[in-house]
């Protein structure tokens, strides 16, 4: 079974740019995940997809930040207009449904640094 | 506000011995925890995970303690192996938000 993909893997970019993320989760997967991870910090959540609909996007900041599942699979998250803090990895999960004992599966994530 | 604690950011052993790794949590909503294990340019993969309703869960070499009272949760490695060498974050999630809130990690280095 192909695990979560993610790319690009490395991207740098200059502040007040923008960047697109895209994920595609496990086949069958109906959640979807964006988590952006700092150094030296665990993963926090940005927003949660089930099928194409957003469950929870109170992290995500919307001024800069969006996020798509526009036909329950793949998934873009785009950052307009880029600031230094954003620089981060960003991970991609995917799990078969909601809930606490659906595990989800971790992409490689994508490493942004912003200049 | 940190909900989960990993107050050691690292951790070393020598091989064979006994690996211990702590995990403290703030939001008595949590009922769910979980370890997930992360490699260096890899995205975390899920370990073992723990239900409020139990105390102890173990696979293999991998146990997770839960002391619901000091809201404290540990992870036993037992017997440590070099490639268990890694970064380990805890996650906790609970109540009608199943959203994971993670620990910042604490990296493993077994030595052989």
Not at chain 2, 101 to 108: A, H, P
Request: hydrophobic share 35%.
């Amino acid at each position: 079974e192909a695990g979560v993909a993610q790319s690009p893997r490395y991207k740098i970019i200059e502040k007040r740019q923008s960047v697109a993320f895209w994920c595609n989760p496990i086949s069958g997967h109906a959640t979807l995940y964006w988590y952006q991870q700092i150094l030296g910090q665990g993963p926090k959540l940005l927003i949660q997809f089930q099928n194409n609909g957003v469950v929870d996007d109170s992290q995500l900041p919307k001024d800069r930040f969006s996020a798509e599942r526009l036909k329950g699979v793949d998934s873009t998250l785009k950052i307009q207009p880029a600031k230094l803090e954003d620089s981060a990895v960003y991970l991609c999960a995917s799990s078969k449904g909601q809930g606490a004992l659906e595990t989800q599966y971790f992409g490689p994530g994508t490493r942004l640094l912003v200049l | 506000d940190q909900q989960v604690k990993q107050n050691s950011p690292s951790l070393s052993v020598q091989e064979g011995r006994i690996s211990i790794l702590n995990c403290d949590y703030t939001n008595s909503m949590f009922d769910y925890f979980l370890w997930y294990k992360k490699y260096p340019a890899e995205g975390p993969t899920f370990l073992i995970s723990i239900s409020s309703i139990k105390d102890k869960n173990e696979d293999g070499r991998f146990t997770v303690f839960l002391n619901k009272s000091a809201k404290h949760l540990s992870l036993h490695i037992v017997p440590s192996q070099p490639g268990d060498s890694a970064v380990y974050f805890c996650a906790a999630s609970g109540g009608s938000n199943y959203k994971l809130t993670f620990g910042k990690g604490t990296l493993l280095t077994v030595n052989p």
